[in-house]
């Protein structure tokens, strides 16, 4: 080798040394890292709760390609170091540029480029596990949402919380918050509360449930899988399964609060869902009666702009693809940036920068102030002069797949149950099955996952009634309408 080139790579090994031992928070703000066929990214702006910059997103895009395409690459892993998978993006940095006009592009460029690593890692050609560890809200959820492997711990909190800052859910949320059963993820979408630990399992945002302890020992059961398939790279996963233990209590937003929340967030504006609300404070059921009257309380707090906007958002995206819902979201991020409402700078400034407590000063401060034809007009209209110019998603490389469905590895849905107990009779009646065989069935199904018995006797106890048929050993059950 000749003297320079003998030189070089002492010098580079020297420098690999260094940034090996220097402490995560002074190195790059993504990480990445191989181990046999395992390649892992992991945010590294700590102190930031691992919020999203544009050089974060720059870093991840080309390495999200390039691993696509290796053959040395058999899992890619989502991490982030911290108290915080990552805690969203750096939003006062996205509004302090929208706020000028010669940085404004920078702002929408932000959204852009988010959006498509999303769709690049929803779409990824290789099995894709997310760690979604401690904080994980909306940035942080768009990198992991759609991933087929996403587990939780018990220190996972969950939250698309952009209505407390004058925004509307992005990142795909209104495709995959949508997958969920009922009307959780019009709540979710609109309150912007959070769920925590097995709660985020439970109600399918998790895909599994492993203690924060067993995370080291699972990746490096994964890291020395040759030619990882899907499915066992489930199983190698539910093996580090966190067990409910006897006196943990129940997760919340199931029983009765669970049939109020879907009959109250299933209307089609705000104003009926407020109504609904306001019925059910007055349920003779307390547990039913608080949960109104807190959630009346929480959404008095919102942008009353954002909750029009997020529940129209919601609403057309039912049956979109994701693609179609994240170009939708990059029209209102855009809107936003270019002044079409005052409250993301109004509440970005209040909750995130300033941390003033209490409710922002939006503009319009009610609901009754702001019209559907506004929202319509200057967020949803291909004309609507905030969409100029509106930036354009680029498309995936080729090799690239179609997203699959973000709900395969997770627990029974509630139409995965609806649809076995009603097919068994012509008339859908549901009288040919017993409760169970209904979870039998499904414990078979899913191999014994961790949590199927919990989560379908949940839905039974909402969804079913009992039936006495001729044979009156058997207890058989038909599902409500």
Same mark, same amino acid.
């Given at each position: 080798m ?11 090994s020297?420098?690999s040394? *260094?940034?090996?031992?220097a ?8 990480? =990445?890292?191989? @181990? ?6 992991t945010?590294n702006?700590?102190? !930031?709760? @691992? ?21 040395l690459c058999?899992?890619v ?7 915080? =998978? ?5 939003v ?18 932000f959204?852009k ?5 999303? $769709?690049?890692?929803?779409s990824l050609? !290789?099995p894709?596990v997310?760690?979604?560890d ?9 990198? &992991? ?5 996403r ?7 969950f939250?698309m919380?952009? %209505?407390?800052?004058g925004?509307?859910?992005d990142?795909?949320?209104?495709y =995959? ?9 019009t709540y979710l ?12 399992y439970?109600h399918?945002l998790a ?24 499915a ?9 399964? $966190? /067990? ?12 009765s609060?669970r049939?109020a929340?879907?009959?109250? =967030?299933?209307h ?11 019925? $059910? ?8 009666s608080?949960?109104?009257t ?7 707090l919102? &942008?009353?702009?954002?909750?029009k906007?997020?529940?129209?958002a919601?609403?057309?995206?039912? @049956? ?6 994240l ?11 270019n ?9 970005v ?16 401060? %009610? ?9 319509? %007009?200057n ?8 969409l100029?110019?509106k ?5 995936v490389?080729e090799?690239?797949?179609?997203p699959?469905d973000?709900?395969?590895?997770s627990?029974?849905t509630?139409?995965?149950?609806r *649809? ?5 009779t ?12 209904v979870?039998k069935?499904?414990?078979q199904k ?7 018995r919990? !989560?379908v006797?949940?839905i039974?106890d909402? !969804?079913?009634e009992? /039936?006495?048929?001729a @044979?009156e050993?058997?207890?058989w ?5």
């Amino acid at each position: 080798m000749p003297r320079g080139s003998s030189i070089a790579a002492r010098r580079t090994s020297a420098i690999s040394r *260094h940034m090996s031992s220097a402490p995560l928070e002074e190195q790059a703000s993504v990480l =990445f890292e191989s @181990n046999g066929s395992l390649r892992t990214y992991t945010l590294n702006r700590p102190k !930031k709760l @691992n919020a999203l910059n544009t050089e974060m997103l720059t870093l991840l895009k080309p390495k999200i390609e390039e691993w696509s395409k290796s053959d040395l690459c058999g899992i890619v892993v989502g991490r982030g170091n911290g108290r915080a =998978f990552c805690a969203g993006g750096d939003v006062a940095g996205v509004v302090s540029n929208a706020a000028n006009p010669s940085t404004r592009h920078l702002a929408t460029d932000f959204f852009k480029i988010e959006f498509e690593v999303d $769709y690049m890692l929803a779409s990824l050609p !290789k099995p894709y596990v997310a760690i979604i560890d401690g904080i994980t809200m909306g940035g942080g959820v768009g990198l &992991s949402a759609m991933a087929p492997f996403r587990i939780a711990t018990e220190t996972t909190m969950f939250a698309m919380p952009e %209505t407390k800052i004058g925004y509307s859910p992005d990142v795909g949320a209104n495709y =995959f918050l949508n997958r969920l059963d009922g009307e959780l993820g019009t709540y979710l979408a609109l309150t912007g509360e959070s769920l925590k630990g097995r709660a985020v399992y439970e109600h399918g945002l998790a895909t599994h449930y492993v203690p924060a302890r067993r995370i080291p020992a699972l990746l490096e059961r994964l890291s020395s899988l040759n030619d990882p398939s899907l499915a066992v790279i489930n199983s190698t996963i539910e093996d580090h399964h $966190y /067990e409910r233990d006897a006196d943990e209590a129940p997760i919340p937003l199931t029983g009765s609060v669970r049939v109020a929340l879907d009959s109250a =967030f299933g209307h089609q504006s705000m104003e009926n869902i407020l109504a609904s609300l306001e019925t $059910y404070t007055k349920s003779s059921d307390p547990a039913v009666s608080a949960w109104a009257t807190e959630t009346l309380k929480i959404l008095d707090l919102r &942008s009353p702009t954002s909750l029009k906007i997020a529940l129209q958002a919601f609403r057309r995206s039912k @049956n979109s693809r994701l693609i179609d819902a994240l170009k939708t979201e990059l029209g209102i991020a855009t809107a936003l940036c270019n002044g079409a409402s005052p409250d993301f700078a109004t509440g970005v400034d209040a909750v995130v920068v300033k941390k003033t407590p209490g409710r922002p000063a939006w503009s319009p401060s %009610t609901l009754a102030e702001v019209s559907e034809k506004s929202i319509l %007009t200057n967020f949803f209209s291909p004309s609507s002069p905030y969409l100029d110019p509106k930036p354009e998603l680029a498309e995936v490389p080729e090799h690239f797949i179609s997203p699959g469905d973000p709900m395969r590895f997770s627990l029974p849905t509630q139409e995965d149950v609806r *649809h076995y107990v009603m097919q068994d009779t012509p008339s859908g009646g549901g009288l040919a099955v017993s409760r169970d065989q209904v979870i039998k069935h499904f414990e078979q199904k899913t191999h014994g996952k961790g949590g199927v018995r919990e !989560k379908v006797s949940e839905i039974l106890d909402r !969804k079913t009634e009992p /039936e006495k048929g001729a @044979n009156e050993q058997n207890q058989w059950i038909r599902w409500k309408h």
